[in-house]
């Protein structure tokens, strides 16, 4: 059995859930120095790491095979990605590596939840995995932090306790936040649950007005107005990386469609001449490659890093 004082490089992969093993959002991270305070993620394929390399995440299957080279160094991490719903609580410092006893908070959050829950790689905390419609947030009281995309948490696969099956917990992360903060309800599920998210297929609007209208709404796509706008979206951004931009959150919200990525684009302010120029090799156009690339990199890469 694992020492379970410190999990790091010992990986239980039978226990991680199903819904995880099938997602493409693996990493390896390592310990940014001596202390094990930080942790930086990194790309198996050369060990790049993912904050330089525009977070390149791998199967699960590709995690096995790194775990097994001399390179690898800590452990494995799972991206969380907002296509799929998947959400990570983190609750640090909240057991005792030795005795394995947690505290009474940590206690209350688990049972709340009641999903995939798993010990820290030091043993020291726990990470809770599940499914939930809700925004990113940060919440810092009893130790707990709730992350939706944009952020990766180690595996172990090392379960606490009984909590080994992931679940839907939308319903139950609502109560658990009201409690927390002291706000009702209503009031915590209007604030924690997007109104609007990312529709996915078959549910993608025809119509691209009604696409549009919803993707400009939606609180982590704000920048999507400024690009289709044409307005200064980033100092020192040449025009090719707007473009590539606007097409990666066309694709975001379009699906596997380029050709309707290319309709969008072209009803925008950042339209020019410069779209339909010839660039390939077998004559691609300007237009096609970026539209195409962009659908490509969101199937590849779905856990993105926006510009």
């Not at 909240?94 to 010990?119: H, L, M």
């Not at 932090?145 to 099956?165: A, D, N, Q, W, Y």
């Not at 300007?286 to 539209?291: I, T």
Request: proline residues 5%.
């Amino acid at each position: 059995m694992a020492d379970q004082n410190n999990l790091t490089n010992t990986i239980g992969w039978t226990a991680i859930p199903p819904e995880m093993q099938q997602c493409p959002y693996w990493v390896g991270w390592q310990f940014k120095d001596k202390t094990q305070t930080a942790m930086r993620a990194f790309h198996f394929e050369g060990m790049k790491n993912v904050l330089k390399s525009d977070v390149l995440w791998s199967s699960l299957a590709e995690a096995k095979i790194a775990v097994s080279s001399p390179l690898f160094n800590d452990g494995i991490g799972f991206g969380l990605s907002p296509i799929d719903n998947l959400c990570g609580i983190d609750l640090d410092h909240c057991r005792d590596p030795k005795s394995g006893a947690i505290t009474k908070s940590a206690r209350e959050i688990v049972e709340a939840v009641n999903s995939y829950t798993e010990i820290s790689p030091l043993g020291d905390g726990l990470h809770i995995f599940l499914r939930a419609n809700v925004r990113s947030h940060m919440l810092r009281k009893s130790g707990l932090k709730l992350f939706s995309e944009r952020h990766f948490l180690p595996v172990t696969g090392h379960t606490f306790e009984s909590f080994s099956v992931l679940g839907d917990r939308t319903d139950a992360l609502v109560k658990l936040w009201s409690k927390t903060t002291g706000k009702c309800i209503a009031e915590t599920r209007r604030v924690l649950v997007p109104s609007l998210r990312r529709p996915l297929d078959p549910l993608v609007p025809k119509d691209d007005q009604t696409l549009l209208h919803i993707a400009m709404r939606v609180n982590h796509d704000h920048k999507l107005k400024d690009l289709w706008n044409n307005k200064k979206f980033r100092p020192g951004a040449c025009g090719a990386n707007k473009d590539f931009s606007l097409c990666l959150r066309l694709a975001y919200w379009c699906g596997p469609d380029p050709l309707r990525v290319d309709r969008l684009f072209r009803s925008s302010k950042r339209m020019s001449d410069t779209w339909g120029t010839v660039i390939g090799p077998q004559g691609e156009t300007y237009g096609r490659m970026l539209s195409e690339g962009a659908v490509k990199y969101q199937q590849r890469f779905s856990f993105h890093k926006w510009q």
